[in-house]
């Protein structure tokens, strides 16, 4: 079986006010994994937070770009090209407006959904047809989600007490669906991922 380097990218703001906050979730998710998988130290290139390890044959790249959200094309680009990368081997882990919260959903390209970070890495990479894993944090005034809310305000808000516990209930299928994902399997990936609802 052919061996890849995969990266994985967990798209945040750095300061430690927006730690918690639910445009964060791409660094807490990362954050996640780099524990569950007892990855190497973080360290910081790339204008990131950087580790690695391996999952089965395949090697696996994490970061969390340090550069705000609307620069985090050139970090990832930088790591992307040094470790040869393409962007089938690609996963960005991002919040969603667009999606009511704790809903997931790993989807290959698409629109950037006003997502800044994600436009960064689009133009950077000059392609959006990379993978992406969703996280559902709901949009100000639709389905009864904080009405009248400022959408700057609210997605660097931090999360309350039921969020967090939908984010602690998701991350062991999260993880289940990132490993069949590095393994090979995007399709069995997005099986489960996409198909939970509770």
Known sequence: MERHDYLIVGLGNPDEQYLSTRHNLGFLIVDHLIRHW???LPQEKWQSRYCSTRIGENRVHLLQPLTYMNRSGKAVDE???????TPDYLLVIHDD???RPGRIKLVKGGGTGGHNG???IVESLGTP???RLKFGIGRPGQGGVHRDFP???YVLS???????TTLERRLSPLTEGVELFLKGDPARAMSLLNALKD
Not at 79 to 85: A, E, P, S, T
Not at 158 to 164: G, K, P, S, V
């Open 158 to 164: 931090a999360m309350d007490d039921d969020e967090r």
């Open 97 to 99: 407006l667009d999606m």
């Open 129 to 131: 047809d990379f993978y």
């Open 151 to 153: 959408v700057d305000r």
């Open 38 to 40: 007892a990855a190497t």
């Open 79 to 85: 790591c992307r090209l040094f470790f040869k990368v």
């Open 118 to 120: 994600l436009r960064s």
